[in-house]
């Protein structure tokens, strides 16, 4: 697959999203509402990216599931490994430093195979490192996208909506104790399956034929996403559903008419979508460490400089870990001509 700047943006724009988010939020009790739909909008739009990708790399036809996974394990997994066991070595250093991470071994085990567990002394169920829920999804959308292989991409597409879309209707009219059911029949899912469907119109060449109307829709999910916010629930189209919608227009609009106007942007204005896994998974520490050491200074300074510092730290990831290692484990695994395509396909949730 070529890569398409339009999505490179989408990713840069994505992990920005959640670093302001978190940077805003951190030493508050709750969240803002707005705060909060920020960092759901960058989670989401790492999710609708990921469905397109997924099908873009892909193709048309049948593919090998086998190949496919050991391409997103290695892909996701090496970096995610190394946060996360930082985060359980750092919560049992250092266990002030943190907000509600505790260290389990039981609990690190099951983050590492991506697993979804109640975080120990809550009913919250995330990992060791609270940023990986999003990537429990990820595997598990990687997953069921490479059960359904040996159908083309449109079949493909249709089974995919069909096994989200009823696991989201069972997990609405029914009360799962065990993590795992309640975890994976949450509606997160359904943004996977819209960046699927996007991907379809990609590889058919249609996507100029919607712009007109995902441009309409982009406008639509903004307003609803502010009335939601600020003036009234909105029935049937509620707050997540806004945000998904919007998403979904936007990567649609990135990966067509954006896109024609790469070439009008400079070369490092992507790194941001390069380094966007890095980014993600890094920058909670040094928005952790800022608040942690200036705790005297003005709150709007604090959040200029953890949102400052937590993009930094994304980047400092990407070039001294996350590519290094990245490169290294798939030498290691894949032959030459695998190696090149993992490397230009990645997952759009890193």
Known sequence: MNRIDGLQWGRGIAAVLVVLCHA??????????????????????????????MVV???????????????????VVPLYYVMSILAAVLALALPSAFKGTVFDIGHLVKSLLFIPAERPGSDEIVPVLKLGWTLNFEMYFYLIFAGF???????????????????VVIGALT???????????????LAFVAGVWIGILHINDRLSN????ALAGLVAGFALVMVNIYLVDVPL?????????????????????????????????????????????????????VYFALSGLPYLV???????????????VYFAIERPLTRAAQRAVLRPGRRAAAHVSPGAAE
């Open 149 to 167: 292989a040996w159908l083309d991409a449109r079949q493909r597409a249709l089974a995919v909506t069909l096994f989200f879309g009823a696991s």
């Open 302 to 316: 604090q959040i200029v400089v953890a949102f400052t510092a937590g993009t930094a730290a994304g980047f400092f």
């Open 210 to 213: 919607w712009e007109p109307l």
């Open 175 to 189: 009360h799962f104790e065990s993590p795992v059911l309640e975890f994976y029949t949450r509606r997160d899912t």
């Open 24 to 53: 805003i939020a951190h030493p508050l009790p709750s969240q803002p509402e707005l705060t909060w739909t920020i960092g759901v909008a960058g989670v989401t739009l790492f999710f609708v990216l990921s469905g397109f990708i």
């Open 237 to 289: 189209i509620d707050l997540v559903s806004s945000v998904t919608l919007f998403c979904a227009c936007a990567v649609l609009l990135l990966a067509g008419r954006v896109n024609r106007y790469a070439d009008r942007v400079p070369r490092w204005f992507l790194l941001s979508g390069d380094a966007s896994y890095s980014i993600y998974l890094a920058h909670i520490f040094a928005i952790g460490a």
């Open 57 to 75: 790399t892909t193709g048309h036809g049948r593919f090998s599931p086998g190949a496919f996974m050991t391409r997103r394990i290695l892909r």
